[in-house]
T-cell receptor, first 111, second 112 residues
Framework: QKEVEQNSGPLSVPEGAIASLNCTYS??????FFWYRQYSGKSPELIMS????GDKEDGRFTAQLNKASQYVSLLIRDSQPSDSATYLC???????????FGAGTRLFVKA | KAGVTQTPRYLIKTRGQQVTLSCSPI?????VSWYQQTPGQGLQFLFE???????NKGNFPGRFSGRQFSNSRSEMNVSTLELGDSALYLC???????????FGPGTRLLVL
């Protein structure tokens, strides 16, 4: 079992729709969870971080964490073509010194 | 504040050679992590340094090594290069909160 798993996609949504990205992790003691966005040829940039169960909203983005189910998700409301990128889920291990990334989900937003 | 910088940005080497990559973290950041990114394997953790000490290491062979200097700048070295080492090598620095990682632009290495 991979430590952090994501559906590789591609996920295609029309402009204005909600895009839902999912991630599961194996280390039950993980404490910190992140979503990064990576455009083709660029380095990852942080979108959201979440540390406790529940929802965290930032503009059009909402991160959801369920530690009991070892599940993290990212919702993008009112999706725009500029949101087309690969979204990486990242989980910091129990010791806090190692961050494991999922393989990423490619998102296409059609105009 | 200046961001994370990496040098060189591009490298072409041949099999058997060795290479050294450099990373300068954001000013004040003491933790530097290195990753290898390939289309097939995604972003793979190499190692993490804090105050000149390696605190964690990924599952890479001993040909991959690194170090960190007293000014928090870090280098990674790959010896006896193989074709499969062709990848984008990213470093990320983390501040006092030990949370958010800020990535540099990466060094793209091509091994022929």
């Amino acid at each position: 079992q991979k430590e952090v798993e994501q559906n590789s996609g591609p996920l295609s949504v029309p402009e204005g729709a909600i895009a839902s990205l999912n991630c599961t992790y194996s280390d039950r003691g993980s404490q910190s969870f992140f979503w990064y966005r990576q455009y083709s040829g660029k380095s990852p940039e942080l979108i959201m971080s979440i540390y406790s169960n529940g929802d965290k909203e930032d503009g059009r983005f909402t991160a959801q964490l369920n530690k009991a189910s070892q599940y993290v998700s990212l919702l993008i409301r009112d999706s725009q073509p500029s949101d087309s990128a690969t979204y990486l889920c990242a989980v910091t291990n129990t010791g806090g010194f190692k961050t494991i990334f999922g393989a990423g989900t490619r998102l296409f937003v059609k105009a | 504040k200046a961001g994370v910088t990496q040098t060189p940005r591009y490298l072409i080497k041949t099999r058997g050679q060795q290479v050294t990559l450099s990373c300068s973290p954001i000013s004040g950041h003491r933790s530097v992590s290195w990753y290898q990114q390939t289309p097939g394997q995604g972003l793979q953790f190499l190692f993490e340094y804090f105050s000149e000490t390696q605190r964690n290491k990924g599952n890479f062979p001993g040909r991959f090594s690194g170090r960190q200097f007293s000014n928090s700048r870090s280098e990674m070295n790959v010896s006896t290069l193989e074709l499969g080492d062709s990848a984008l090598y990213l470093c990320a620095s983390t501040g006092q909160s030990q949370e958010t990682q800020y990535f540099g632009p990466g060094t793209r290495l091509l091994v022929l």
